[in-house]
């Protein structure tokens, strides 16, 4: 799955993020956008680096992709953005959606069907487990200092 197949679900055109302003954005509650790599397009592999959803288009993508205001996710995102100078290689287009999270949750099962695998940016490395503690440790009594140590004696 590519930009092009974006493009033919529905999406809009591509927009560089650079040129993203508030009135670029759709006034509509509910979306579902894609950040395209346009240096990657009309090649063999995709193109397409995250599939997100946003409920508040203009806050989720200037408060917190590009601003960088947000959770863990739109942190890192807005660090590949910024600090890996992506910024004027980067698109995005969105589709209008009654139920994003659902859209989004078809979109990125159709890409891993056919890539065998999320896009780039949508996988998160994940941390190894911890090893389990028994839950019958005992708890240590902190030993309480006397009443009168608290008083002010005048």
């Keep these: 799955m590519n930009s092009l197949a974006l493009k033919e679900i529905g999406f809009c055109d591509l927009l560089q993020l650079s040129h993203l302003a508030f009135s670029n954005l759709p006034q509509n509650n509910g979306i579902v956008f894609a950040l ?36 863990k996710t739109v942190k890192r995102i807005n660090s590949k953005i910024f600090n890996e100078a992506n910024l004027e290689k980067t698109s995005i287009t969105w589709i209008i959606s009654d139920n994003p999270r659902a859209t989004k949750k078809e979109l990125l099962s159709k890409f891993d069907g056919k890539q065998e695998g999320y896009p780039a940016w949508n996988v998160q490395k994940k941390l ?15 030993p309480r200092p006397a009443r009168n140590q608290f008083l002010k004696i005048h």
């Excluded at 487990?129 to 902190?142: C, D, E, F, G, L």
């Design 36 to 71: 395209v790599d346009t240096t990657l397009s009309g090649g063999p592999q995709t193109d397409i680096l995250y599939l997100g959803r946003a409920n508040k288009p203009a806050k989720k993508l200037l408060g917190g992709l590009i601003a960088g205001y947000g959770g």
């Design 128 to 142: 190894p487990a911890k090893p389990k503690t028994s839950k019958t440790k005992k708890k240590t009594a902190r």
